[in-house]
Nanobody
Framework: QVQLVESGGGLVQVGGSLRLSCAAS????????MAWFRQGPGKEREFVAR????????DYADAVKGRFTISRDSANNTVYLQLNSLRPEDTAVYYC???????????????WGPGTQVTVSS
């Protein structure tokens, strides 16, 4: 499995920005699809964005298109999620995850980080 650790969460006002980082180590994660999910209070875990590591192919959830940007740094084995124009409904624990499958289903991701809290205040 791949080991993942997120960082960069925090408290931000509406309209603000944050950059989340996910440091990856372990098995050859270049074979993997790296994704961000989030889970808000009382909600199910939902897909946010993903990148196919080898191809750089990117996909976003409709709720974050145009506001969030996922990127990867192959030299540092790190995936980033830039969060702009934040809204109160973006408040959640954000998780980094890895899968061998190109999927939106969190059940198909077998490696997860512990998560980082993002809170957007109005």
């Amino acid at each position: 499995q791949v080991q993942l650790v997120e960082s960069g969460g925090g408290l931000v006002q509406v309209g603000g920005s944050l950059r989340l980082s996910c440091a990856a180590s372990g098995r050859t994660f270049s074979r993997y699809i790296m994704a961000w999910f989030r889970q808000g209070p009382g909600k199910e875990r939902e897909f946010v964005a993903r990148v196919v590591w080898t191809l750089g192919t990117i996909d976003y959830a409709d709720a974050v298109k145009g506001r969030f940007t996922i990127s990867r740094d192959s030299a540092n084995n790190t995936v980033y999620l830039q969060l702009n124009s934040l809204r109160p409904e973006d408040t959640a624990v954000y998780y980094c995850a890895a899968s061998s499958f190109i999927t939106y289903d969190p059940r198909r991701y077998d490696s997860w980080g512990p998560g980082t809290q993002v809170t957007v205040s109005s």
